[in-house]
Every structure is written in structure tokens, then in C-alpha cells.
């Protein structure tokens, strides 16, 4: 009994200074209550000097509206702004200097996106080469990557300011289309996804897919997405395919109306090299990067689709979760 004794006194006293941990750990609701990082991923420490703005390219009140609190907020803290034409064009006369788009990636130490999803995959293929993160500001609809209300801007940038936050690296795929086994007539490196499909006509289309040389499968059908983790809650899953966890580095491939009821999304591992030889000659077909790049696809083409050495960093809150923007947003899980 008195080893039972020592034991409980001893255990206690070891445990005495971690009883606030514990107490956090026990919490029901383990972001909020001890602001631990969303992902798994630690506050990165920013230096915060300039900051760029991106705007999304129609020029409403909205934009205007905001863009006017914004630059003297940042100026009262001695930020340097740098802003593109569509953000100049918004606010109108002043004097301001238009920058570049790739000069603000460049310059910037964090990349503010006025806009919706759209406008965030469009910055995400722009700061590939950067690595410099972007936050977000939804002024679109869904807002499932811009997912920062308006109304919550200036208490969020606070929050940065302060050092609370956390830094998400997503996954992205490169994909490249070769032609006559040779040629390189398009390579992009994406947010969400690459997809094949036809065009204006009714008519199917049929491919062949390979992965790592191995023949996986001749689709027919509309189309097909190659998506990551991030693109899968977009067209992929609309299309009936899974949602990966943003820390996942897979591969998506969703077939589009198959012709095969069979043939079902497959996710890839982000080591393997995937190649869809074009078997159709009709023309109308297309590839298209994030929905925002396509180009037309001949037969013989071979799309290559690998996961990227790069990474979008998207700064984010570490009080919400995943699955709290995966309900919002989603309605995931719901009734």
C-alpha cells in the first residue's frame, strides 16, 4: 500500500505542470479552447513589410469600398502596399502605382486576395515560384479557399498582425501536354485540377490512361479530372469523386459520365507519373487548368499530370478546422 501511495504522489507531482495541457487536450472543443493549429501545422513567424493586393477583375462597389479602408490601415502600420491594375482600376484616381502582378509575387511578404476561389487559384499559379502565402478575403460566393468574410477582414489582419495564424501548404499538380511524343505545347502547375473533356459537341470522347507506363484504363465518356486534395471538393467531387484531406499529396482521377458505370475515381499516390494518350480525332476537345486555361487537344496528345514541387501556402486562422469550413461551406455531414 505504501508503494501505491508513493507511486500516485510521485505521479502527481510529476504531472503537476503539465495539468494545463491536459486540461486543454480534454477540452471539447480542442481549437478553440487552446488555439492549437489547425492541420497539425505550428504560427510561422512573418516579416511583415509589404503586402500585395489582388482583386478579382470585375470592378465592383464592393472592391472599392474596401480597398479604400484597407490601404490607410496598412499605412498607419507602416506596411507598404503594392497593388495590381484591377485593384487601381477599383479605386479609381489617386496616387497610387500600378505593379505587375509578378512583381507583387516577387516583392510581397503576403499576398492579400480580394475575391472568391476563382481569384485565389489564379494568385496560387502566380506565386509558385514565390512560395509567398496568400490570405484570402471572400467576396464571391462559396468561399471554400477565400474564407475570410469582409465583415471579419480587419479583425483577421489583427490577428495576423499579432502572430496568430497558421501557414497551410496544399499540394499541386503539374500538368503538361506533349505532342507528337516531343513537343511541349502547354505545362501548368495548378490549385485544383486538370481536366479533359469535349467541347460544344454531344459526342463522346476516349482516352487511354497509364500510370507509371502501367495501362490502368481506356475511358469513354466526357472527360476526366486529375485533381489534388485541395481540387477535390471542386469539380471532382461534383463529378462523384472523394474529398482527400488538404494535408494530402494524392492524385484524383475522376471519370466524367463514363460510359462504364464500372469505372469509378481512383486517388493516386503523389509519387506516380499519370498519361492520358488522346484516342479521339474529333476536335472540340479540350484540357483545361483550374478552369481558368484550356487549350484544344488533337489526337496523339499525351497529358502527363505528376504532383508539383511546389506548394500554395494559404495563411489561415488556427480557430477553425477543416471540418467546421467543410460544414459551412459544404454542408458536409449535415441533415
Same mark, same amino acid.
Not at 484616381?93 to 509575387?105: H, L, M, N, Q, V
Not at 476536335?283 to 508539383?308: E, M, R, Y
Not at 501556402?313 to 477553425?320: G, I, K, Q
Given at each position: 500500500?505504501?508503494?501505491?501511495?508513493?507511486?500516485?504522489?510521485?505521479?502527481?507531482?510529476?504531472? &503537476?505542470?503539465?495539468?494545463?495541457?491536459?486540461?486543454?487536450?480534454?477540452?471539447?472543443?480542442?481549437?478553440?479552447?487552446?488555439? /492549437?493549429?489547425?492541420?497539425?501545422?505550428?504560427?510561422?513567424?512573418?516579416?511583415?513589410?509589404?503586402?500585395?493586393?489582388?482583386?478579382?477583375?470585375?470592378?465592383?462597389?464592393?472592391?472599392?469600398?474596401?480597398?479604400?479602408?484597407?490601404?490607410?490601415?496598412?499605412?498607419?502600420?507602416?506596411?507598404?502596399?503594392?497593388?495590381?491594375?484591377?485593384?487601381?482600376?477599383?479605386?479609381?484616381?489617386?496616387?497610387?502605382?500600378?505593379?505587375?502582378?509578378?512583381?507583387?509575387?516577387?516583392?510581397?511578404?503576403?499576398?492579400?486576395?480580394?475575391?472568391?476561389?476563382?481569384?485565389?487559384?489564379? &494568385?496560387?499559379?502566380?506565386?509558385?515560384?514565390?512560395?509567398?502565402?496568400?490570405?484570402?478575403?471572400?467576396?464571391?460566393?462559396? %468561399?471554400?479557399?477565400?474564407?475570410?468574410?469582409?465583415?471579419?477582414?480587419?479583425?483577421?489582419?489583427?490577428?495576423?498582425?499579432?502572430?496568430?495564424?497558421?501557414?497551410?501548404?496544399?499540394?499541386?499538380?503539374?500538368?503538361?501536354?506533349?505532342?507528337?511524343?516531343?513537343?511541349?505545347?502547354?505545362?501548368?502547375?495548378?490549385?485544383?485540377?486538370?481536366?479533359?473533356?469535349?467541347?460544344?459537341?454531344?459526342?463522346?470522347?476516349?482516352?487511354?490512361?497509364?500510370?507509371?507506363?502501367?495501362?490502368?484504363?481506356?475511358?469513354?465518356?466526357?472527360?476526366?479530372?486529375?485533381?489534388?486534395?485541395?481540387?477535390?471538393?471542386?469539380?471532382?467531387?461534383?463529378?462523384?469523386?472523394?474529398?482527400?484531406?488538404?494535408?494530402?499529396? %494524392?492524385?484524383?482521377?475522376?471519370?466524367?459520365?463514363?460510359?462504364?458505370?464500372?469505372?469509378?475515381?481512383?486517388?493516386?499516390?503523389?509519387?506516380?507519373?499519370?498519361?492520358?494518350?488522346?484516342?479521339?480525332?474529333?476536335?472540340?476537345? /479540350?484540357?483545361?487548368?483550374?478552369?481558368?486555361?484550356?487549350?484544344?487537344?488533337?489526337? %496523339?496528345?499525351?497529358?502527363?499530370?505528376?504532383?508539383?514541387?511546389?506548394?500554395?501556402?494559404?495563411?489561415?486562422?488556427?480557430?477553425?478546422?477543416?471540418?467546421?469550413?467543410?460544414?459551412?461551406?459544404?454542408?458536409?455531414? %449535415?441533415?
Amino acid at each position: 500500500m505504501k508503494d501505491l501511495d508513493f507511486t500516485r504522489s510521485t505521479l502527481y507531482d510529476l504531472l &503537476a505542470d503539465k495539468l494545463p495541457l491536459i486540461n486543454c487536450l480534454t477540452s471539447m472543443d480542442l481549437n478553440r479552447a487552446c488555439h /492549437l493549429p489547425r492541420s497539425g501545422l505550428m504560427p510561422h513567424n512573418l516579416s511583415l513589410h509589404t503586402v500585395g493586393i489582388l482583386t478579382k477583375p470585375h470592378r465592383s462597389s464592393e472592391v472599392r469600398s474596401l480597398l479604400s479602408s484597407l490601404i490607410p490601415w496598412f499605412e498607419h502600420r507602416q506596411l507598404r502596399v503594392m497593388m495590381d491594375r484591377e485593384a487601381i482600376l477599383s479605386i479609381g484616381d489617386g496616387p497610387w502605382k500600378t505593379y505587375d502582378r509578378e512583381e507583387i509575387a516577387a516583392k510581397a511578404d503576403l499576398v492579400i486576395v480580394l475575391g472568391g476561389d476563382g481569384t485565389i487559384l489564379s &494568385a496560387a499559379r502566380l506565386m509558385t515560384l514565390t512560395g509567398k502565402p496568400i490570405l484570402g478575403i471572400n467576396l464571391g460566393t462559396l %468561399g471554400f479557399l477565400a474564407e475570410v468574410p469582409k465583415e471579419e477582414t480587419f479583425r483577421v489582419l489583427e490577428s495576423v498582425m499579432e502572430g496568430h495564424f497558421v501557414i497551410e501548404k496544399r499540394a499541386m499538380v503539374r500538368g503538361t501536354v506533349i505532342r507528337n511524343n516531343q513537343s511541349t505545347i502547354l505545362d501548368q502547375e495548378v490549385l485544383n485540377d486538370v481536366v479533359i473533356n469535349k467541347g460544344t459537341t454531344a459526342r463522346m470522347i476516349e482516352v487511354e490512361i497509364f500510370s507509371n507506363t502501367h495501362f490502368v484504363t481506356d475511358l469513354k465518356g466526357d472527360g476526366v479530372i486529375f485533381s489534388t486534395a485541395t481540387g477535390s471538393t471542386a469539380y471532382s467531387m461534383a463529378a462523384g469523386g472523394p474529398i482527400l484531406h488538404p494535408e494530402s499529396d %494524392g492524385i484524383v482521377m475522376t471519370p466524367i459520365c463514363p460510359h462504364t458505370l464500372t469505372q469509378r475515381p481512383i486517388v493516386f499516390p503523389g509519387t506516380v507519373v499519370l498519361e492520358t494518350l488522346v484516342k479521339s480525332g474529333e476536335a472540340n476537345i /479540350l484540357v483545361t487548368f483550374d478552369g481558368q486555361i484550356s487549350a484544344p487537344l488533337q489526337k %496523339g496528345d499525351v497529358l502527363q499530370i505528376t504532383l508539383s514541387k511546389s506548394f500554395t501556402r494559404l495563411l489561415v486562422s488556427p480557430d477553425r478546422n477543416y471540418f467546421e469550413v467543410l460544414r459551412d461551406k459544404l454542408k458536409w455531414g %449535415g441533415a
